[in-house]
């Protein structure tokens, strides 16, 4: 019984490192497609440009070279922000701005409608 026992326990914490790891994975790539929007649209700029400049020398991969580049250069950085997250033993449930990946209520926001201040006070 004890036996079973010890070998639970890791194992337990072993999915609890993985599942932390792809949440930040998760929480990073919805991060730096909403938040970081400008990073993209520069980055796109970025590649764009140096497709461009790459087309005499490689003409047939230049673009796929640089968008493959693109793409493994922000699978990498947020993987690796995972990883060091992960590392460091932050785990998303600690980190306040990810409330909305828990699914908590913000109770200091309130729903106010515009029509509210002259259809509010009104009985029917």
């Not at 980190?95 to 699914?103: A, F």
């Not at 200091?108 to 515009?114: F, L, V």
Request: proline fraction near 6%.
């Amino acid at each position: 019984m004890q036996l079973t026992h010890n070998r639970t326990i890791p194992k337990s914490r072993y999915v609890a490192t993985a599942k932390s790891f792809l949440i930040w994975c998760f929480a990073l790539t919805v991060t730096l497609l909403v938040v970081g929007f400008p990073l993209v649209v520069l980055m796109a700029t970025v590649g764009a440009l140096l497709s461009i400049t790459l087309h005499p020398i490689l003409p047939v991969s230049a673009v796929l070279l640089v968008a493959g580049g693109t793409i493994v250069l922000n699978i990498l950085a947020v993987v690796t922000g995972a990883i060091v997250l992960t590392a460091k033993g932050i785990h998303p449930q600690e980190v306040r701005w990810l409330s909305w990946l828990h699914g908590d209520a913000n109770p200091i926001s309130t729903t106010t409608y515009a029509a509210c201040p002259l259809t509010c006070d009104i009985d029917s």
